[in-house]
Nanobody
Framework: QVQLVESGGGLVQAGGSLRLSCAAS????????MGWFRQAAKKEREFVAA????????YYVDSVRGRFTISRDNAKNTVYLQMNSLKPEDTAVYYC????????????????WGQGTQVTVSS
């Protein structure tokens, strides 16, 4: 059974930084691609970033490219999302998921979601 646990969210001022962690058990993060999504209040869950399981190739939504960095520590079986230069529009609950098949950009391609971690950016 795969379990994902996100942590690292919080309240930060605009321009600040946070690092989110996604600790996995039951499946190594190097086996499948891993992705970060976010869901703001009353909005659909949207893709943020993904990292391939077999390589370090990464993918980002345009709105975070250059500010966010996804990475993976295989020894800790953990995926990270470093978020810099945060903006109020980054406020959302952030989820990590294990990619199973299909496009990295769609949530339906993922399974085994964590419970999410709240990120709030004040202006």
């Amino acid at each position: 059974q795969v379990q994902l646990v996100e942590s690292g969210g919080g309240l930060v001022q605009a321009g600040g930084s946070l690092r989110l962690s996604c600790a996995a058990s039951g499946r190594t993060v190097s086996t499948n691609a891993m992705g970060w999504f976010r869901q703001a209040a009353k909005k659909e869950r949207e893709f943020v970033a993904a990292i391939r399981g077999s390589s370090d190739i990464t993918y980002y939504v345009d709105s975070v490219r250059g500010r966010f960095t996804i990475s993976r520590d295989n020894a800790k079986n953990t995926v990270y999302l470093q978020m810099n230069s945060l903006k109020p529009e980054d406020t959302a609950v952030y989820y990590c998921g294990t990619h199973l098949s299909g496009s990295y950009y769609y949530s339906r391609s993922y399974a085994y979601w964590g419970q999410g971690t709240q990120v709030t950016v004040s202006s």
